[in-house]
């Protein structure tokens, strides 16, 4: 739910403590625009778990790279996703990785 992947279903209510932490979660991700609420095309991820993905460069580039992309062929070079954006480099428009809010 906090990550924006699910919903609450007013229509069948259940637990009311349950109900009232899930509809905040949802409202969250939808003012994060996470998960479902992302733009399309784009993986959105909550902001604790953003340092972790991991993405990849090649040594020549100045594009960050998915783990199957293409352009990976001849060097690969893992680094998470925050040092990359950070750095300067934008996402591979072939492979669309991660891309940070």
């Given at each position: 739910?906090?990550?924006?992947?699910?919903?609450?279903?007013?229509?069948?209510?259940?637990?009311?403590?349950?109900?009232?932490?899930?509809?905040?979660?949802?409202?969250?991700?939808r003012?994060?625009?996470?998960?479902?609420?992302?733009?399309?095309?784009?993986?959105?991820?909550?902001?604790?778990?953003?340092?972790?993905?991991?993405?990849?460069?090649?040594?020549?580039?100045?594009?960050?790279?998915?783990?199957?992309?293409?352009?990976?062929?001849?060097?690969?070079?893992?680094?998470?996703?925050?040092?990359?954006?950070?750095?300067?480099y934008?996402?591979?428009?072939?492979?669309?990785?991660?891309?940070?809010?």
């Open positions: 739910m906090k990550q924006g992947y699910g919903h609450a279903y007013l229509k069948h209510p259940f637990n009311d403590e349950y109900m009232k932490l899930f509809r905040e979660y949802e409202t969250q991700a003012e994060q625009g996470l998960g479902l609420w992302g733009e399309k095309g784009e993986i959105q991820q909550a902001p604790q778990q953003q340092e972790k993905i991991i993405v990849y460069i090649t040594k020549t580039g100045t594009k960050y790279h998915g783990e199957g992309c293409q352009f990976l062929r001849k060097s690969k070079i893992p680094i998470s996703l925050e040092e990359w954006v950070r750095k300067g934008t996402p591979c428009s072939v492979c669309k990785p991660p891309v940070l809010r």
